[in-house]
């Protein structure tokens, strides 16, 4: 009934035999030397930041020798860090969201709102200023929770959820603050902490604001977090390629949600460093503050696709914006000019992205 | 056989509405050995493999580890019983490092008060570990332990894949296709590498399409039709016709193996 064959060979099936009079090198790469660009794009590739990094030192010189030594002075160098530090904050909330394969549209608005949320409860409300100031920070945690349930319990596209919840803050804010801005002289009267950040420390003629040192201390924070902790591991696997993280063993739900809440925190500090540089609290500020921190990112170097960036580029990114404003703007350069030119360095950033990634290919 | 076998699943049964994927299915995997799992697409076998796998929990019927009664919730309570999966699609971060991807979802923290408090990653120990185990297989033409996965040939991949598993299944390893999406060099790479965890200790479960790969490495071959076990045959004493043909049906199973 059952065919018994002569015991079956073992071993390498004919067609395989030749394998060994082949070629004994596995997987041989191609040892042809390699042209200038093609290793220059392999090093790019490796060394992400690299980009960013030298169009910001190309910008200095370019505005260094347009505009000469007003555009050097130690004044208009700590301006332009001034000037970055909101955006510099909000775009390391972003590049946390963005490194998941996401996009976070309310990130403007959740700092708009916690320090609506701050500066009325210290200035109207009369609660302790410290007090007043850990609300906010909750409600801007609260605020990235919100997103990431949406996110990750609902299963919606975060371009969706942020877009709906950008609405949905902007409309509380516009509400809870009843569109009134709380005056200067009213918070230096009651609750000066919360202009703390707008204080400085003075170099010569370059003020170093403390905003500015709590943005590099988040941006180590944050750094320490992504390249240090297993956490940061996963949110790279997340974003990379989310089946494999969850193949992986990786709770890629709880890794979503996490990033979502500490951006959602972020924001709120990026809040309080927004009293310090306007000096009031205004639910009109910060308007372009949203698509202000995706470019600071995408000009960084960090991927929209997902795990593939850094802090240290998005805080490049906010340079390289700061310093072309600042610079055409010392040039005399209408403004609508330099509105052109970040519109130009956010396309050549992404297809500089999109030519590396094809070295993966 | 007196020797308890390392995973045995006895009378296992899954239905999706009213599709029964498993119909008192039964399955052994001994000690040291390779255990080949074919089938027709539909017959289920992978729901049978997920199962085994923790992916899937059955409708009814029982998976004993060891002899011991086990049920797996999720794909991480049976890795954490011993049992490691490489999956079709490998599981594998390609923007991560070798070293990271062999850690993923299980790093190592460093002892001392950084790693406890802070979570400080012991880096050079999952270094030296990863690059240990893959040199273990000979894998380290591999040059270095901190390389893209993404800059890998498929080949290569899939070594990482199988030098993760190896290294963390305490008990068997599952592999899914594992020479599908490779050329015949890559494939003969990979089969050398199971016979090589295999001699290491760990017996493996092997799904292929492949009947010259199952018939070279396995030592015995699992036939699952309809549903279910239909015969478990010695690749010595059968040629593959006939185990296509008891796959398909065209040959009546031999009875003594008849489940």
Not at chain 1, 302 to 307: D, V, Y
């Given at each position: 009934m059952t065919t018994t064959n002569e015991a079956q060979p073992r071993g390498p099936a004919e067609f395989e035999r030749r394998l060994a009079e082949s070629d004994a090198a596995v997987a041989a790469f191609d040892e042809e030397q390699p042209s200038l660009l093609q290793r220059f794009r392999h090093f790019l590739h490796a060394h992400p930041t690299v980009v960013p990094f030298l169009v910001l030192v190309l910008g200095i010189a370019l505005f260094a020798s347009l505009v000469g030594g007003r555009f050097f002075h130690p004044f208009n160098m700590s301006l332009i860090l001034q000037q970055v530090t909101i955006i510099g904050v909000l775009g390391i909330a972003q590049t946390l969201i963005i490194l998941t394969a996401g996009i976070d549209l309310s990130v403007g608005a959740i700092m708009i709102l916690s320090s609506v949320v701050m500066g009325r409860l210290a200035v109207y409300v009369g609660l302790p200023v410290e007090i007043a100031f850990l609300i906010g920070l909750v409600v801007g945690l609260a605020c990235g929770m919100l997103n990431g349930l949406l996110v990750t319990r609902l299963k919606l596209p975060p371009f969706i959820v942020t877009l709906g919840t950008w609405s949905i803050f902007g409309a509380l804010n516009l509400w809870y603050s009843a569109s009134a801005t709380i005056r200067q002289q009213e918070i230096a009267a009651t609750a000066p902490f919360l202009q703390w950040t707008g204080t400085a420390l003075q170099f010569g003629a370059a003020r170093l604001t403390y905003g500015s040192i709590l943005m590099i201390v988040l941006a180590a924070l944050v750094w320490y977090l992504l390249n240090r902790t297993a956490f940061g591991r996963h949110v790279y696997a997340t974003g990379d390629d989310p089946e494999a993280a969850r193949l992986a063993g990786i709770d890629t739900g709880r890794t979503l949600l996490a990033v979502y809440a500490i951006a959602g925190a972020l924001c709120a500090v990026a809040g309080w460093v927004l009293i310090g540089r306007v000096g009031a609290v205004s639910?009109?500020?910060?308007?372009?503050?949203n698509l202000d921190s995706i470019t600071a990112v995408v000009i960084g170097g960090?991927?929209?696709?997902?795990?593939r960036g850094s802090i240290v580029g998005t805080l490049v990114g906010a340079l390289i914006v700061g310093v072309f404003r600042n610079g055409l703007a010392l040039s005399g350069v209408d403004v609508l000019w330099q509105e052109f030119a970040v519109g130009v360095l956010i396309i050549v950033a992404v297809a500089i992205d999109q030519w590396l990634r094809k070295v993966a290919q | 056989m007196s020797e308890t076998p390392v995973l045995e699943a006895r009378s296992l049964v899954k239905r999706y509405g009213r599709v029964v994927?498993?119909?008192?299915a039964d399955f052994e995997l001994r000690r040291n050995e390779i255990l080949a799992v074919i089938g027709d697409n539909g017959a289920g076998k992978s729901t049978l493999i997920k199962a085994l796998a923790g992916a899937v929990k059955p409708d009814a019927g029982e998976i004993l580890l060891d002899g011991q009664p086990v049920q797996f919730r999720s794909p991480m309570d049976a890795r954490d019983a011993g049992i490691e999966t490489v999956f079709q699609n490998l599981?594998?971060?390609?923007?991560?490092s070798i070293a990271d991807n062999m850690f993923l979802g299980r790093e190592r923290k460093r002892k001392d008060i950084l790693g406890r408090y802070l979570g400080l990653l012991d880096r050079k120990t999952m270094r030296d570990e990863a690059r240990q185990r893959l040199s273990e297989l000979g894998?380290?033409?591999?040059?270095?332990?901190?390389?893209?996965?993404?800059?890998?040939?498929g080949g290569q991949r899939q070594g990482v894949a199988i030098a993760r598993a190896a290294a963390f299944g305490s008990k068997l390893v599952i592999m899914d296709e594992?020479?599908?999406?490779?050329g015949v060099k890559e494939s003969r790479k990979v089969l050398e590498l199971m016979l090589d965890v295999k001699r290491r200790g760990l017996p493996i479960v092997l799904i292929s399409h492949n009947m010259p790969h199952v018939f070279e490495v396995a030592d015995r071959i699992h036939i699952h039709r309809l549903g279910r076990r239909i015969a478990v045959i010695n690749p010595k004493d059968y040629s593959m016709s006939d185990a296509v043909a008891i796959m398909t049906g065209a040959m009546r199973p031999p009875e003594a193996m008849a489940a």
């Open positions: 639910p009109l500020s910060g308007q372009t503050a960090t991927s929209l696709f997902g795990g | 994927a498993l119909d008192h599981a594998l971060s390609p923007a991560l894998l380290m033409t591999i040059q270095n332990i901190g390389q893209l996965v993404e800059t890998l040939s594992p020479t599908a999406a490779l």
